[in-house]
């Protein structure tokens, strides 16, 4: 039941305003103008009703008792894992074995694993008398099981979001900066073992870091070792890609190095985001999107269209209200007092803000293109119902708080 003083009625606008931009740009996405020819694929009225379908499921999640919605998490979140499980098993569609198909009706087991990853994850590492570490290797535990499952389907991309994610939680969590630091030192080893100056200059770094937080030898010691591995197995990480992983990454760097392989969807969206110029082309007349030489165009690539099509102040005024999204979502956060509920929203904003700006920044030529659909306006009805939701735990966690929690 929604109590109308606590309920925060802004963040379910924007919320109602980005799905519905989101139909409106799967509209045009999905529709070809070629001379005095126009064709519409089924597209847009099937996000319509996938819109309403995830708008009644908030409500429903909003209804459930707060007891039950406690109880379900944890077997929710095993019946996930499972699913990810059988999910490989399933018939291969372009390459990948992602999608459970049921009366025409596609389900997507990554997808929900991202919020129930979230929501475990903040129920155990909010638990009393937990030291810091045992925080830090629980959480990273949770977030671990699901991801090999989602690399073998293979959804590099997806897996991203689950590390931004426990980052956030961490944080949230107030496990100290240099216990984080352990954690995504790995990361920067990876990146910096292309030079072996780099890597001898961050190792050197890090081992001061952790001197002056104080660290243990034993600690410093295993995470240089782990550092150093990490850096030297890189070789044979790399030679281990696909050819075509192997290719987004050097085409990232440099589009024009394939144009007509793995870097024609990059530059192909840059085109059409610089032709929108200040207005765009008008709806409908994006000529990117008519002709298809925009792949892609109703998912990943949906905001090249709406850049093509209604230009950088039609992109402006999208970014402003996800601008104004975050901003409402983050000032709730700090209503909430009990930590469980403060931990799993800050969770959720992290992974909403991540896959927005990975999107972005693939469809403008910032990040490699990493199969990240853009939240609530990328055609799907998997990502699209549990982005919802995911919005619905916070303002369910807003609409019961009380004076003392």
Known sequence: MINRKKFDFVLAALLLALILIGCVAIYTASTTTVGEFTSTQSNWWKQIIFSLVAVGA?????????PIFDLIV???YVLNLLALIL????PEVNGSHRWFSFLGLNYQPSES???LTILMVARVISKDGLT???QLFYGLGLTLLPIPLILIEPDFGTTLVFGFSLLAMLVA???PLVYILLLVSPIVSVVSSFWWVAIVVWILVLAFLLLRARLSWIAITITSIINAFVALIMPVFWNGLKDYQQSRILSFIDPMRDPLGAGYQIIQAKIAVGSGSIIG???LMGTQKNMNFLPEHHTDFIFSVIGEEFGFIGSLLLLAVFALFFWRLITDIGELRVRERKIAASGILAYLMFQTFINIGMNIGLVPATGIPLPFISYGGSNLLFNTLAVGVVLKYLNE???MK
């Open 58 to 66: 908030g409500l429903l999640l909003l209804r459930l008792p707060m």
């Open 74 to 76: 944890m077997p929710a």
């Open 87 to 90: 999910v490989l098993f399933t």
């Open 113 to 115: 694993a991202k919020l």
């Open 132 to 134: 810091e570490l045992q």
């Open 173 to 175: 969590a107030d496990v």
């Open 281 to 283: 082309k008008g709806w």
């Open 401 to 403: 708080r009380g004076f």
